[in-house]
């Protein structure tokens, strides 16, 4: 097993680490569980101070770490900046929210015969996240941000591919202020996470990542009776109606398609055309992704970088033959260019049929499938004609037809004329096979604390209280 930093745009490998014995991870426990037991006892104004220091040391060190995660994984700079800002924001978030999202809920006491009843939300340990390359920084501040303020502590095993990203996510929380051991990364390979969950002081488990990965951590958490929340993979529809503003349909769905060089969950996968625009958006559509500029993902004027892995970028490659092979036309790309590194163009393929992969799989990279549809209900069907559930769009300026799409969509996520993204402010997650539970908002916070249930009785004594903002 590899734990190395390899920088995408040239095949080099610039660093490399050893795993951790399992000595290590066992003392790497044990300090998470101390850590535990001493923020249980903080106030929610002291964790929120500690967590907009992070939030400053994330906006005075931006280029920096930006550069680490361009290093690592072929983002570009510009949308690590962009990421770094984003995870400074949510910490910032977190921080003013937190005694809003734990206060105590007072409940209708003489519903069920008590002097006083209400629910309590409080943390319930160290909390493993298993977390992918794509988004190395952002994916694991959604998950620390709102498990740190509820008084949680965090044992980060990473993607074997951003080491470095993962150690300054560490060394972030530990500057900040937040006690020794409340936020560590452990540098173990998959074959670590059994034992790491397994452990009776690991309370619960996140993990973002492959639909294989969620099936392996929840099979574990299944045995050990440990809560788990999977944000996995998606194929997500992008829907465009006869209605729609075609020009910034056709804008939108190129940066949905190639954000993050089309490393994303949520990222717009399969463009769902009505047959009446079918062909002047594809037009557009291919001629904007065709404009896109590949090159040095440090060059601030490059619009896509190479994929992170070489095996990614083979997928890839081999998921367009596939539909080439079996009568796919290309519009656009199509070809895996012959340089050092792991690159892939914006690609645009359609008359795609059910036994090509495309049609099937998950696509991670810039290439974009687009359907020919004839009317709503071909739409639907086509848009949830998948095992996956995560994000959907739909363009339609018909306000009948953003009220079905609302509702029919099979989807954690609906944007409707617009791109999905994430935000602190709402909860985020899938259905079917893209997983379940929720990351952000309140919810998130929640999802990894033990809401507590107080009865208290009216025949003596005197009513404990509730508070807005409890030390635990």
Same mark, same amino acid.
């Given at each position: 097993?590899?734990?190395?930093?390899?920088?995408?745009?040239?095949?080099?490998?610039?660093?490399?680490?050893?795993?951790?014995?399992?000595?290590?991870?066992?003392?790497?426990?044990?300090?998470?569980?101390?850590?535990?037991?001493?923020?249980?006892?903080?106030?929610?104004?002291?964790?929120?101070?500690?967590?907009?220091?992070?939030?400053?040391?994330?906006?005075?060190?931006?280029?920096?770490?930006?550069?680490?995660?361009?290093?690592?994984?072929?983002?570009?700079?510009?949308?690590?900046?962009?990421?770094?800002?984003?995870?400074?924001?949510?910490?910032?978030?977190?921080?003013?929210?937190?005694?809003?999202?734990?206060?105590?809920?007072?409940?209708?006491?003489?519903?069920?015969?008590?002097?006083?009843?209400?629910?309590?939300?409080?943390?319930?340990?160290?909390?493993?996240?298993?977390?992918?390359?794509?988004?190395?920084?952002?994916?694991?501040?959604?998950?620390?941000?709102?498990?740190?303020?509820?008084?949680?502590?965090?044992?980060?095993?990473?993607?074997?591919?951003?080491?470095?990203?993962?150690?300054?996510?560490?060394?972030?929380?530990?500057?900040?202020?937040?006690?020794?051991?409340?936020?560590?990364?452990?540098?173990?390979?998959?074959?670590?996470?059994?034992?790491?969950?397994?452990?009776?002081?690991?309370?619960?488990?996140?993990?973002?990542?492959?639909?294989?990965?969620?099936?392996?951590?929840?099979?574990?958490?299944?045995?050990?009776?440990?809560?788990?929340?999977?944000?996995?993979?998606?194929?997500?529809?992008?829907?465009?109606?006869?209605?729609?503003?075609?020009?910034?349909?056709?804008?939108?769905?190129?940066?949905?398609?190639?954000?993050?060089?089309?490393?994303?969950?949520?990222?717009?996968?399969?463009?769902?055309?009505?047959?009446?625009?079918?062909?002047?958006?594809?037009?557009?559509?291919?001629?904007?992704?065709?404009?896109?500029?590949?090159?040095?993902?440090?060059?601030?004027?490059?619009?896509?970088?190479?994929?992170?892995?070489?095996?990614?970028?083979? $997928?890839?490659?081999?998921?367009?033959?596939?539909?080439?092979? /079996?009568?796919? @036309? &290309?519009? #656009? *790309? !199509?070809?895996?260019?012959?340089?050092?590194?792991?690159?892939?163009?914006?690609?645009?393929?359609?008359?795609?049929?059910?036994?090509?992969?495309?049609?099937?799989?998950?696509?991670?990279?810039?290439?974009?499938?687009?359907?020919?549809?004839?009317?709503?209900?071909?739409?639907?069907?086509?848009?949830?004609?998948?095992?996956?559930?995560?994000?959907?769009?739909?363009?339609?300026?018909?306000?009948?037809?953003?009220?079905?799409?609302?509702?029919?969509?099979?989807?954690?996520?609906?944007?409707?004329?617009?791109?999905?993204?994430?935000?602190?402010?709402?909860?985020?997650?899938?259905?079917?096979?893209?997983?379940?539970?929720? $990351?952000?908002?309140?919810?998130?916070?929640?999802?990894?604390? /033990?809401?507590? @249930? &107080?009865? #208290? *009785? !009216?025949?003596?004594?005197?009513?404990?209280?509730?508070?807005?903002?409890?030390?635990?």
């Amino acid at each position: 097993m590899s734990i190395a930093t390899t920088n995408p745009a040239t095949g080099q490998v610039l660093k490399t680490y050893d795993p951790m014995s399992d000595e290590q991870i066992d003392a790497a426990i044990g300090r998470a569980d101390g850590a535990f037991r001493q923020l249980r006892g903080t106030t929610v104004d002291q964790r929120a101070g500690w967590m907009n220091a992070a939030a400053d040391l994330l906006d005075a060190e931006r280029d920096e770490i930006a550069r680490i995660m361009t290093t690592e994984m072929g983002k570009t700079y510009a949308s690590a900046k962009a990421e770094v800002t984003k995870c400074a924001s949510a910490a910032r978030f977190y921080a003013a929210h937190a005694a809003e999202f734990l206060a105590d809920e007072p409940a209708d006491a003489a519903a069920v015969n008590a002097g006083q009843a209400f629910v309590r939300h409080q943390p319930i340990g160290p909390v493993l996240a298993v977390m992918p390359w794509n988004f190395p920084l952002w994916q694991v501040l959604r998950f620390a941000a709102p498990a740190l303020m509820a008084g949680n502590t965090g044992l980060l095993k990473h993607a074997s591919n951003v080491p470095q990203t993962a150690l300054l996510l560490e060394d972030l929380f530990r500057r900040a202020g937040f006690p020794e051991g409340a936020f560590t990364t452990l540098l173990v390979g998959s074959d670590a996470v059994d034992q790491i969950l397994s452990d009776p002081r690991v309370r619960a488990a996140t993990l973002t990542g492959s639909e294989g990965a969620g099936r392996s951590i929840a099979q574990i958490a299944g045995r050990e009776l440990k809560k788990t929340v999977l944000e996995l993979g998606g194929s997500d529809p992008f829907v465009v109606m006869p209605s729609a503003d075609l020009d910034r349909a056709a804008e939108v769905a190129t940066t949905a398609r190639c954000q993050n060089n089309g490393q994303s969950c949520i990222a717009a996968k399969r463009f769902v055309v009505h047959a009446d625009v079918f062909d002047a958006f594809a037009e557009k559509f291919a001629a904007n992704m065709a404009a896109l500029r590949v090159g040095d993902p440090m060059d601030e004027g490059s619009d896509v970088g190479p994929l992170a892995t070489e095996r990614g970028r083979d $997928e890839v490659n081999e998921q367009v033959r596939d539909a080439i092979d /079996n009568g796919a @036309t &290309v519009l #656009v *790309g !199509g070809e895996q260019p012959s340089r050092d590194g792991w690159w892939y163009p914006p690609t645009v393929v359609t008359d795609l049929t059910p036994e090509m992969r495309m049609w099937r799989e998950e696509v991670f990279g810039p290439v974009a499938g687009l359907y020919r549809v004839g009317s709503y209900e071909e739409a639907i069907e086509v848009a949830n004609g998948t095992s996956y559930g995560l994000g959907s769009n739909a363009w339609t300026r018909d306000p009948q037809e953003q009220r079905r799409f609302a509702t029919d969509l099979d989807a954690g996520n609906v944007f409707i004329n617009g791109m999905t993204t994430s935000f602190p402010e709402l909860p985020f997650g899938g259905v079917k096979n893209s997983g379940y539970g929720r $990351e952000l908002s309140a919810m998130g916070m929640r999802e990894f604390c /033990n809401t507590k @249930t &107080v009865w #208290v *009785g !009216g025949d003596g004594g005197g009513a404990i209280g509730t508070a807005g903002a409890h030390a635990e």
